[in-house]
């Protein structure tokens, strides 16, 4: 056969190879192109929203908390924040001044804030990893908080009632309400600290809280995860996960996020009312 048909033969079979390979085996396809990535966390995390992934670049951070279907970015340099829910293609922004005070305005929001003042931190000397991170382990004790206003002071009194052990004496001694675990070695802006000390509703000024455990009602030595890393690796993330989204209707409140925009049930218009 001469030099040129077996050219030509050679040709033909590579042109018919892919559809004369069994299926699962055909030719690759051409790669399809991929977007700038950036080095960053992944976290995964339980709170009091339910299961929460955050992701987290030198620049920027992203949290997904699938129970409210409300997912949350800031970004350098700035740090304003964009909420948005994808099934209503609704969104809310906020000034870092805004969000770093108060993360998700929710009714109940303010009371909270308030309650999370009357308490103070104490080293125990114990260090523990959580999700591959050393922490150290601080203790949460309550204060006198004569800042606080009535409200708040009796809706404190009412938990500590509520908490006290029936038929128990109160330890002499003060005790701890809780526990938190916080890693001064998780590479991340300070934003991300202001993120997780309102998750865990703790005034912590340094280092990032993984993990917060609060005291069970009706005991004085039993606690409970109310905050909790699980895992934490190390990812080449997409860039435009830090992006928010376009064409989406811009919203007044987290509420109105969850509502779809939508006019709203007077059960929710008396709650926003009484904020």
């Known amino acids: 056969m001469k030099p040129c048909r077996c050219l030509a033969l050679a040709f033909t079979l590579v042109a018919l190879l892919p559809n004369c390979l069994p299926a699962g085996l055909a030719a690759p396809s051409a790669a399809k192109p991929v977007g700038s990535l950036v080095e960053g966390y992944v976290l995964h995390q339980n709170s009091d929203f339910g299961p929460v992934v955050m992701s987290v670049s030198k620049n920027a951070m992203r949290m997904d908390i699938e129970k409210m279907g409300i997912n949350w970015i800031a970004r350098a340099p700035k740090w304003q924040s964009f909420a948005f829910n994808d099934d209503s293609k609704s969104m809310v922004s906020r000034d870092y001044t805004d969000w770093k005070e108060n993360l998700i305005r929710m009714p109940g929001a303010n009371k909270k804030k308030a309650m999370a003042a009357e308490f103070t931190l104490k080293p125990t000397g114990e260090n523990e990893k959580v999700g591959g991170y050393l922490c150290r382990k601080v203790a ?107 064409g989406y209707k811009v919203v007044a409140s987290e509420i109105d996020l969850m509502m779809g925009g939508d006019e709203e049930p007077e059960s929710l218009s008396s709650l926003r009312r009484r904020r």
Do not use: C, N
């Open 140 to 246: 949460i004790y309550r204060k006198d908080s004569p800042q606080l206003g009535k409200g708040a002071q009796k809706a404190a009194q009412k938990a500590a009632q509520k908490a006290a052990p029936k038929g128990k004496s109160k330890p002499k001694s003060p005790y701890p309400m809780g526990y938190v675990w916080i890693s001064d070695d998780f590479p991340a802006p300070k934003q991300v600290s202001e993120v997780m000390k309102q998750l865990t509703r703790v005034d912590v000024q340094k280092g990032v809280v993984l993990k917060a455990t609060v005291l069970k009602a009706g005991t004085y030595k039993e606690y409970k995860p109310a905050f909790e890393t699980l895992s934490i690796s190390k990812e080449k993330l997409p860039a435009s996960i830090f992006e928010p989204p376009k």
